[in-house]
């Protein structure tokens, strides 16, 4: 659901360069200079989540990771996926993900909405999932 889909092996640093290598690059560089992400402020986030006490709990609940969290590769195991799988977009940065879906044969499902759309309309991705597993 509005996520990358992992490959055996690759780390999120080369999920995000085959997605977009200019942008990616550029946040290694930032990583490697020290920085970690996510580091979003409540204000950062206002016009996505506007209701301000679910955006103070999820901005209390997020962890920023430095470089070595994204050049860890993520494992799957022999046969990944071995059931039936679904994907949903939320948001335009995950377009690559979604077409990697629709050429695992993966059924794909749209809300045309902003990338934490859960927190916004917790029905509306209910109802979807509930739809999408039917």
């Not at 092996?9 to 560089?29: C, H, P, V, Y």
């Not at 950062?44 to 209701?51: Q, Y």
């Not at 059924?107 to 597993?133: N, P, Q, R, S, W």
């Amino acid at each position: 659901m509005d996520a990358g889909i992992p490959r055996d092996g690759a780390t999120r640093l080369d999920l995000m360069k085959s997605e977009d290598i200019d942008w990616a690059n550029q946040f290694q560089e930032y990583l490697e200079g020290g920085g970690h992400f996510p580091s979003w402020s409540s204000n950062d986030l206002r016009e996505i989540v506007p209701d301000e006490s679910l955006r103070e709990k999820l901005v209390a609940e997020i962890h920023p990771r430095a470089l070595d969290f994204f050049t860890e590769p993520i494992p799957t195991f022999q046969g990944w996926p071995d059931a039936p799988c679904i994907y949903i977009l939320f948001s335009t940065p995950y377009v690559n993900a979604e077409i990697q879906a629709l050429q695992a044969g993966w059924k794909t499902y749209k809300l045309d909405a902003g990338h934490f759309h859960m927190l916004v309309d917790a029905k509306a991705v209910a109802d979807l999932i509930v739809e999408a597993t039917q």
